[in-house]
């Protein structure tokens, strides 16, 4: 019988969680390479089927740019969970003296640092190839920010729910998808709106007000999505 | 005041009863053994008092105690080393220090693989690290289910003394095996448990 008792607060395990996923997906960098690898490939294809016209490709950029972030997002949810319930970790969570959505948001926020961070870091580049002017350049970034906090969230509620379910994947885009067209709509929105020099302030507001709506009430949801899946 | 007690417990998968009436009180210093053949329902019973299965399960199920739930998956990232695994785990209350870490591996005779990926360590370590979860947690409560397995007789020997230790200390542990009982733990024989469904 260990002689320490229990001495870690919620916001120390939350932490712990965080550095655990974080350091599990620094080790294997093909989960940070592979969203970022696909955005890359996709974008290098529009040009080939849309002709190469500068005009054209500028003005679908917005559009392209987020319809591709969404698919690369989904492709990411797929695997959220899916390591953690074949090893036995999200047993272990789920006996955690910790709310589980507490924990679960750990675990996805290093996702997201690895992954929606990371694309709209990277997002001026994949801009650039697409020819978007340099007037929406930044409101791109800020709203891949606070989008892909939404798509991310939204995604790790459809992968709670499907985790133990084979196969798993169509049923998870049907799930998320149609959630996930309101982030893409504002998104789209608020980068043409800035491209064409109007304000895209009140669009990126609306994000932001649907990304903090997320991470009130997400992380409830996936943490009751996990239970009901441990269950199965 | 019992550690955990299980009231008129009845577990069904689907259409299938699996087990009708199991009742148990585990009380401080107490060891009990699940015994049954495969697929009886040792694990789901299991499951159902670590909380993990609600579904189906019906009857009382009370806890008063932290407890430490070790399945058959060791839940250990492949990635991490033994530390990583053992400072980051999930369901552990305690933040273990460093040396505490070192000290457990090196009683489950690990010493010197401690920066070593648990996915490079064989079956038998991965258990040994799953199992040094033991020493750094304050869980008066143990569930584990068939620890036992992949170890070596030095291995067994040394959960034996765990255990003993544990329940010396106050701790209380219920555990499935197919061995025969190496504490004269009380027994609960599930196929009985199933014949009165």
Redesign the interface.
């Known amino acids: ?2 002689a ?5 607060t919620l916001h ?1 395990a939350f932490a ?2 965080f ?2 996923h974080a ?2 997906i620094i ?2 960098p093909a989960e940070v390479a592979n969203p970022l690898l696909f955005f890359f490939m996709v974008i290098t294809l529009f040009p080939l089927g849309l002709g190469p016209d500068p005009q054209r490709l500028a003005e679908m950029a917005p559009g392209i740019l987020w319809v591709v972030a969404l698919l690369s997002s989904l492709m990411v949810s797929g695997k959220l969970f899916a ?1 953690d319930y ?4 999200l ?7 910790f709310p589980l959505a507490v ?1 679960a948001l750990g675990e996805v926020s290093a996702y997201w640092l690895a992954t929606g961070f990371l694309l709209a870091l990277a997002s001026p580049i994949f801009a650039l190839m697409l020819g978007l002017p340099a007037t929406g350049i930044f409101t791109l970034m800020v709203s891949l920010l606070l989008g892909t906090t939404c798509l991310t969230l939204i995604g790790a509620v459809g992968s709670a729910l499907t985790v133990s379910i084979r196969r798993g994947g169509m049923l998870l885009s049907l799930l998320i998808i149609p959630l996930n067209v309101p982030v893409l709509i504002f998104g789209t929105t608020a980068v043409s709106e800035a491209v064409m020099g109007g304000n895209a302030t009140s669009w990126l507001a609306l994000m932001g007000a649907l990304a903090l709506g997320s991470l009130a009430v997400m992380p409830v949801a996936i943490g009751a999505a996990l ?1 009901v899946s ?3 | 005041m019992p550690l955990l007690t299980a009231s008129d417990v009845t577990i069904e998968r689907g259409d299938r009863r699996l087990l009708a009436d199991v009742n148990l009180t585990v009380s401080a210093g107490e060891i009990w053994q699940l015994v049954g053949a495969n697929g009886v329902g040792k694990t789901s019973l299991m ?1 159902a008092l ?6 189906g399960v019906e009857g009382q199920i009370e806890r008063q105690a ?2 430490l ?1 070790l ?10 080393n033994a530390m ?1 695994n053992l ?10 220090s460093d040396d ?1 870490i070192e000290r457990a591996l090196a009683a489950v005779s690990l010493a010197g693989h401690e920066e070593r ?1 648990v996915g490079a360590l064989s079956a038998g370590q991965q258990r040994r690290v799953a199992l040094a979860r033991l ?4 869980a ?1 409560l143990w569930l584990l289910d068939e620890p036992f397995t992949a170890l070596d007789s030095s291995g067994c020997d040394w959960l034996d003394e765990q255990i003993q ?2 329940v ?4 209380g542990l219920i555990f499935t095996s197919h061995q025969p009982s190496r504490f004269g733990s009380r027994q609960i024989d599930l196929e009985l448990a199933r014949f009165a469904c």
């Open positions: 019988m260990p320490s008792e229990s001495n870690l120390g712990r969680q550095s655990r350091r599990a080790r294997s390591s074949e090893d036995g970790s047993e272990q969570l789920a006996i955690a003296p924990l239970r441990l269950d199965q | 499951r670590a909380g993990l299965a609600r579904l932290e407890l739930y399945g058959h998956a060791s839940a250990l990232k492949p990635s991490l990583e400072r980051c785990h999930p369901a552990c209350d305690v933040m273990a505490d990926p020493l750094v947690s304050s008066r230790q544990h010396e200390a106050g701790g």
